[in-house]
Structure formats: C-alpha cells, structure tokens
C-alpha cells in the first residue's frame, strides 16, 4: 500500500514542480487542424492540392512549436520544431520517390507488349520496335564487365585482407579505391574510349569498350564488399587450418572465401546492379544503333539506358492526325520499367542471396 | 649446437607463389587502371587543349571554351547541395534518432533504392514530369522574387531550367550523403547522449550539444561526396537542360549553362576527330576536379578517425 498520493497535476503545474506539458494527442490535432485549414483555403481559392499540402506543411512547422511556446517554454518549443522539421524532411523525400515510381510505372506499362521485348528498332516508325538490341546489348557489355571485374575486385581485396596487412601498397591501394568510387562514370567512359581510340583509330565504338568502362566502376564496389567481409572471417579459422599444415593459399581458397562467399556475392550482385543503369559511358564508348548486335567486339551495339536516352532525345513524331505525345517518349518510360525492374530485381536477389549463403557465425562479434 | 632453430621460413610452394602474386596483381591492376584514366586522358585530350580557332566555336579557345562548362558544372552542383544537404541531414536525423529502431532500418533501406535509380530514368522523370511540374512555382517565382538575380527571368516555358535539374541532382545527391550522415550519427558515443539526456537536454539539445559537435567532420566529407557525385553526373544534366555556352546566375530561364559532363555526352555523337580531342580534354578538368575534391573529403575522413582513435 502506498503511503503517499500523488500530487495534484494543476497543483504540481502551479507551483512551479512539473512543467506543463502538452496533450498526448496533440501532433495530430495541430496536424488535422494545419491540414483542414489548408484545404478550405485551396478549395476556397482554387489551388491546386499539391499547393495545399505545401501550406499545410508550412502551418504545422509554424503552428505547433508556437503552441508549444505558449504552454511549454522557449526549449520545448525548438525541441518541436527540430522534430517536426526531421519528419518533414524524411516526408518530402519520400515524394519523388513515389512520384518518380509511380511515373514510371503507370505510363511504362501501357508501353509493353511482347513486340517491345522481341523486336529492334530496325525500321520503325511511329509505333513498333521494342527494345531486343538493347537489352541483348545491355546483358552482354554488363557481363562482360563482370567478368573482367570481379576476378581483379576479389584478388585485390584478398590482398588487403591476406597479405598487405596494412604496408604500403595496401594502404595505396585502399587509397586509390576510395578516390575510385568518385570517378565521375563519363570520365570512365572517356578513359575507354582515350584507351580504344590510341589501338584503333578514333572512329572506333564497340560494346567491349563499354565493358571496360563498368568495370573500372564497379571495382571499387566489389573490392570495398570482399574486403569488408573478408574482414569478418574470424581469425581462428585461418589458425585452425594453418596448424593442420594447410598452406596458405589453400586455406584462403578453402577456408576463408568460403565462409564469406555469400557476402562476395551479395557485394558483386549490388556492383552489377549499380553498373547495368550507367548511360553516359556506353553513349560515348558503345556507340548506339537500330539493329541487334551480338558481337561485343566488332560495331556498335546498343545498352537500355542509352535506348532510354535515345528515345527522349530523338522522340520522332506521330504520323498526321494522330495527337499526344510523340512515340519515342513512350518506347523511353516502357524501357525505363524494364530498366527498373531488373535492377529491383538484382538488389532483391542480392538480398535474398545474402541471407541464404550467410555464414553460421557468431553474428554478435 | 646440436640443436639449432629450424630455418625461420618454411618452404614456398608453387600455388602459394602464384595465389600471392595473383592477388598483388590485381592490387597493382588498380592502381594503373587509375594512373592510366589519367595517362590516356591526357594523351588524348593534349591536342585539345591547342586547337584550331575555328574548333572552339563559338569560343576562341579551350580557357574560354572549358570556362562556362566549368561555371555550369559549378552552378548546378552548388544548387543541388543547397536543396540536398538540409534534407539529407534531416532524414540522416530521423534514420538515427527519431523514427522508432525497428522501422529505422527499412526506412533507411528505401532511402538507398533512391540511389539504385538508374540516372537516366532521373532524367527521363525530370525532362517529362518534374520540369512540367515547376512551372507554376517558376512563374511564381519570378512574379514575386524577379529583384534577386536567381528568378529574374524570363520564366521558361519548358520547365526545363538550372532549377529542374538541380532538383534533380539533389535526390541523386540524398542518398549518398543521408548514407554517411547517418553512420557517423550513430557512431556518436552512447555516453555523451546519455550524458545530455541525463542533464535535462530535450532530443534536440541532446543532438546539437552531443551529436553534432562529434559528427562536424564526417559530414563535411558526406557533403563533399556529394559535391562529387552531383559534379560528375551526366544523363540527368544532359537530358533536363538544353544548354548554351552563357555564365549566368538565373535558374528559371531556357537559357542555361551546360555542364562538363552534359556537354560531353550531348555533343560526343557528331564530334570530329579535332573535336573528341576537345571534350576529353575537358573530361580531364572534370576528372581533376572531382579527384580533388574526393581526395579532400577521404583526407578529413581519415584525419578524424585518428583523431578519434586518440
């Protein structure tokens, strides 16, 4: 049984005990208030909402730090109004998300059909074509890239991990790979082209050129991944497998890499799908063209980001009679939803590999 | 005597020869990767930098020609941060400190899709959608503010201005300094926030005194690679503006400055021989800047963390 009661909250409050504080409910009463407000008003004055929303937004922001003030003191108030300011801004990035997505998909839907993902652009006029080349293009110069890339990625990072430990060429080299994931991608795509053009002669444009090009971006991604989960392999195991005799490299092959294979592969997956929406390097390097191109190394060959921008820049026009807007920009938003969806859908696998392949180790160390 | 130490290394095999070498390989692989983008951009871009008169057009020569490139480069990374680094740092907060730990990391994983957007599906958005979209708030803009050299018109009619793709580059540029803001946030020593907490600080207080003081120089370098980021991209520039060589300060009219990056990419298909030389040589500018500037927010990275290890 307790003994003492408590106090008389208006008493506490009155007395100088307890600072008043404001209701529990009272974000969201400001925040109807800000929003009914608001709507009157642009419904009154004919906005439009999206004008609403912004003063909305802007009447919560003034309205409920100064209630606030008025009841609680000067530093709840600035406490208020820093926390409606952080949601804010979390709120209003959000918006192109959502909106950006949304575009893409409601006007990329009514682009696709299976012409679009069978047939080239070879002689197409207003309506046809569809994007075969460019997403043959896009899998074979992304592979490529891969393929180049991720054998000197993970090699480099066994490096740092197994055998630099921290001297000069390591340090260099973590260096280097920093300042790497910096390299603007067009500058990536100017070194290939610098490279192609000194061999070939400067009329040259082939897919492997833009290969070269991704891969000099993702590098540094598959590194800076191996790297961080090699890190993680505990250090007893390596022991372990040196005091059986194990030589080194085959306690890295069999033993280290892997325990870590599944974060390797996560890291390159995320690589890829960093690399597959790079446009500007692929303009300079792959050149684009109208027909379906398998050979990496002889004659342009066209990738779905520049298809993309193709499109948009060069939209052609509608035959007369028909209205709306011109062909390529639909043909640009379907392609942009297939862009899209591969790439959600290597971040997902990514994801999804990650966990499956995740070693049975002591997760808290 | 008769004892002596076994020899100190054991034999070398041939495996462990060729794994050593093959990993010292691709670390030696990345350093001439980068030593040759500057290598072969150089010997490539040497003669642009000497040309003709008649290949600068309608400049005279590279200073003049590179000049506006670099000042539109300059301009459209500078508006960007302006609109990105607020927000970046505010959800950065809000991933942190605000929004409840279980939800904090999902949010901060729909932040980092914001980044798997292809650029050029950005630019596709901004030259259809955002662009229409600003033009009530350009007009606005220059009926209300046209004194401040920024809005002084005349309003565009595309919607496709330095703002639009400003705005554009900002959402590039969230997620990647949202990314290391939030790091360093949390790296702040539970201790000093509990400390402020315990002193009566509301969360604010407890932010201002405990976490930004810890957090200055990890956000400097999280700006400064977004600085990077906005200052190389290419596709989202390219596609929002159509750009003449002008220095101006007006973000809401059809005539724009072009970017380095953009004009590489607008002018590369009908480029003469002459003319490549040109643009990579001012791909080099571009590279140089932006080395810099990376090399900059990694070197106060790294000076904070020793001094944080002190």
């Given at each position: 049984?307790?003994?003492?009661?408590?106090?008389?909250?208006?008493?506490?409050?009155?007395?100088?005990?307890?600072?008043?504080?404001?209701?529990?409910?009272?974000?969201?009463?400001?925040?109807?208030?800000?929003?009914?407000?608001?709507?009157?008003?642009?419904?009154?004055?004919?906005?439009?909402?999206?004008?609403?929303?912004?003063?909305?937004?802007?009447?919560?922001?003034?309205?409920?730090?100064?209630?606030?003030?008025?009841?609680?003191?000067?530093?709840?108030?600035?406490?208020?109004?820093?926390?409606?300011?952080?949601?804010?801004?979390?709120?209003?990035?959000?918006?192109?998300?959502?909106?950006?997505?949304?575009?893409?998909?409601?006007?990329?839907?009514?682009a696709i059909s299976i012409q679009f993902l069978t047939y080239d652009m070879r002689g197409a006029l207003a309506h046809g074509g569809g994007i075969y080349h460019a997403l043959i293009g896009t899998l074979l110069v992304?592979?490529?890239?891969?393929?180049?890339?991720?054998?000197?990625?993970?090699?480099?990072?066994?490096?740092?991990?197994?055998?630099?430990?921290?001297?000069?060429?390591?340090?260099?080299?973590?260096?280097?790979?920093?300042?790497?994931?910096?390299?603007?991608?067009?500058?990536?795509?100017?070194?290939?082209?610098?490279?192609?053009?000194?061999?070939?002669?400067?009329?040259?444009r082939?897919g492997?050129?833009g290969?070269?090009?991704?891969?000099?971006?993702?590098?540094?991604?598959?590194?800076?991944?191996?790297?961080?989960?090699?890190?993680?392999?505990?250090?007893?195991?390596?022991?372990?497998?040196?005091?059986?005799?194990?030589?080194?490299?085959?306690?890295?092959?069999?033993?280290?890499?892997?325990?870590?294979?599944?974060?390797?592969?996560?890291?390159?997956?995320?690589?890829?799908?960093?690399?597959?929406?790079?446009?500007?390097?692929l303009?300079?390097?792959a050149g684009n063209t109208d027909s379906l191109n398998w050979n990496l190394?002889n004659g342009r060959m066209m990738t779905l980001p520049v298809y993309i921008f193709q499109q948009?820049?060069s939209p052609g026009?509608?035959?007369?009679?028909?209205?709306?807007?011109?062909p390529g920009?639909a043909r640009a938003?379907g392609a942009?939803?297939v862009l899209?969806?591969?790439?959600?859908?290597?971040?997902?696998?990514?994801?999804?590999?990650?966990?499956?392949?995740?070693?049975?180790?002591?997760?808290?160390? | 005597?008769?004892?002596?130490?076994?020899?100190?290394?054991?034999?070398?095999?041939?495996?462990?020869?060729?794994?050593?070498?093959?990993?010292?390989?691709?670390?030696?692989?990345?350093?001439?990767?980068?030593?040759?983008?500057?290598?072969?951009?150089?010997?490539?871009?040497?003669?642009?930098?000497?040309?003709?008169?008649?290949?600068?057009?309608?400049?005279?020569?590279?200073?003049?020609?590179?000049?506006?490139?670099?000042?539109?480069?300059?301009?459209?990374?500078?508006?960007?941060?302006?609109?990105?680094?607020?927000?970046?740092?505010?959800?950065?907060?809000?991933?942190?400190?605000?929004?409840?730990?279980?939800?904090?990391?999902?949010?901060?994983?729909?932040?980092?899709?914001?980044?798997?957007?292809?650029?050029?599906?950005?630019?596709?958005?901004?030259?259809?959608?955002?662009?229409?979209?600003?033009?009530?708030?350009?007009?606005?803009?220059?009926?209300?503010?046209?004194?401040?050299?920024?809005?002084?018109?005349?309003?565009?009619?595309?919607?496709?201005?330095?703002?639009?793709?400003?705005?554009?580059?900002?959402?590039?540029?969230?997620?990647?300094?949202?990314?290391?803001?939030?790091?360093?946030?949390?790296?702040?020593?539970?201790?000093?926030?509990?400390?402020?907490?315990?002193?009566?600080?509301?969360?604010?207080?407890?932010?201002?005194?405990?976490?930004?003081?810890?957090?200055?120089?990890?956000?400097?370098?999280?700006?400064?690679?977004?600085?990077?980021?906005?200052?190389?991209?290419?596709?989202?520039?390219?596609?929002?503006?159509?750009?003449?060589?002008?220095?101006?300060?007006?973000?809401?009219?059809?005539?724009?400055?072009?970017?380095?990056?953009?004009?590489?990419?607008?002018?590369?298909?009908?480029?003469?021989?002459?003319?490549?030389?040109?643009?990579?040589?001012?791909?080099?500018?571009?590279?140089?800047?932006?080395?810099?500037?990376?090399?900059?927010?990694?070197?106060?990275?790294?000076?904070?963390?020793?001094?944080?290890?002190?």
């Amino acid at each position: 049984m307790s003994t003492t009661t408590p106090l008389e909250r208006d008493f506490a409050v009155s007395a100088g005990l307890v600072q008043p504080k404001l209701p529990r409910g009272a974000g969201l009463l400001v925040a109807v208030l800000a929003l009914g407000v608001s709507g009157l008003l642009a419904l009154l004055l004919g906005w439009n909402p999206v004008g609403g929303l912004v003063l909305a937004a802007v009447l919560f922001v003034i309205g409920f730090p100064l209630w606030s003030a008025l009841l609680e003191g000067r530093r709840s108030a600035v406490d208020r109004l820093a926390t409606s300011l952080v949601c804010l801004a979390f709120g209003v990035v959000l918006v192109p998300l959502v909106w950006l997505i949304w575009m893409v998909v409601s006007k990329g839907l009514s682009a696709i059909s299976i012409q679009f993902l069978t047939y080239d652009m070879r002689g197409a006029l207003a309506h046809g074509g569809g994007i075969y080349h460019a997403l043959i293009g896009t899998l074979l110069v992304t592979l490529a890239a891969t393929i180049i890339s991720v054998p000197i990625g993970i090699f480099a990072a066994i490096y740092l991990v197994e055998y630099g430990k921290g001297n000069r060429l390591a340090r260099v080299t973590t260096f280097l790979v920093d300042v790497m994931t910096g390299i603007p991608s067009i500058v990536a795509g100017l070194f290939a082209l610098a490279l192609l053009v000194l061999i070939f002669g400067p009329a040259i444009r082939i897919g492997f050129g833009g290969s070269i090009a991704l891969s000099l971006l993702m590098i540094p991604t598959v590194v800076r991944s191996t790297e961080e989960m090699l890190r993680l392999v505990p250090s007893d195991l390596r022991e372990a497998s040196y005091a059986l005799g194990v030589p080194k490299w085959r306690t890295i092959s069999k033993m280290v890499v892997p325990t870590a294979i599944g974060g390797i592969v996560t890291g390159v997956v995320l690589a890829i799908s960093r690399v597959i929406g790079e446009t500007a390097p692929l303009l300079i390097v792959a050149g684009n063209t109208d027909s379906l191109n398998w050979n990496l190394f002889n004659g342009r060959m066209m990738t779905l980001p520049v298809y993309i921008f193709q499109q948009y820049s060069s939209p052609g026009v509608l035959p007369a009679g028909e209205v709306g807007d011109p062909p390529g920009y639909a043909r640009a938003w379907g392609a942009a939803l297939v862009l899209i969806v591969i790439v959600m859908l290597l971040n997902l696998g990514a994801r999804i590999i990650g966990k499956i392949f995740a070693p049975p180790t002591d997760r808290r160390r | 005597m008769s004892v002596s130490a076994p020899s100190v290394k054991p034999p070398r095999r041939v495996g462990d020869r060729l794994f050593a070498g093959a990993a010292q390989g691709a670390a030696l692989i990345i350093m001439l990767a980068l030593a040759g983008v500057f290598v072969f951009l150089f010997i490539e871009g040497l003669p642009g930098l000497h040309a003709d008169e008649r290949i600068y057009q309608p400049a005279t020569n590279f200073a003049s020609y590179v000049g506006p490139l670099v000042y539109g480069t300059v301009l459209a990374a500078v508006v960007a941060l302006v609109i990105a680094v607020p927000f970046a740092i505010g959800v950065a907060l809000f991933i942190s400190h605000y929004a409840p730990p279980r939800i904090a990391a999902p949010i901060a994983y729909v932040i980092d899709l914001l980044a798997a957007v292809p650029s050029v599906v950005y630019g596709l958005w901004g030259g259809l959608a955002l662009g229409q979209a600003t033009k009530p708030v350009i007009n606005w803009l220059y009926d209300n503010l046209d004194f401040i050299p920024f809005f002084a018109g005349p309003p565009s009619v595309t919607g496709r201005t330095m703002l639009t793709a400003g705005i554009v580059l900002a959402i590039m540029v969230v997620p990647i300094t949202t990314a290391i803001s939030r790091e360093v946030f949390a790296q702040t020593p539970r201790l000093h926030e509990e400390a402020a907490m315990a002193l009566g600080a509301t969360r604010w207080e407890t932010i201002r005194l405990a976490v930004f003081p810890y957090a200055k120089s990890g956000l400097v370098s999280a700006v400064m690679l977004g600085l990077g980021r906005a200052l190389g991209e290419t596709m989202a520039v390219a596609m929002v503006l159509s750009a003449t060589p002008i220095v101006t300060l007006n973000l809401i009219s059809d005539t724009n400055p072009a970017t380095i990056a953009s004009n590489i990419a607008s002018n590369y298909k009908e480029a003469s021989p002459d003319r490549q030389a040109v643009l990579i040589a001012t791909g080099l500018v571009l590279f140089a800047v932006t080395f810099a500037v990376n090399f900059l927010a990694r070197l106060v990275v790294a000076r904070s963390e020793r001094g944080v290890t002190r």
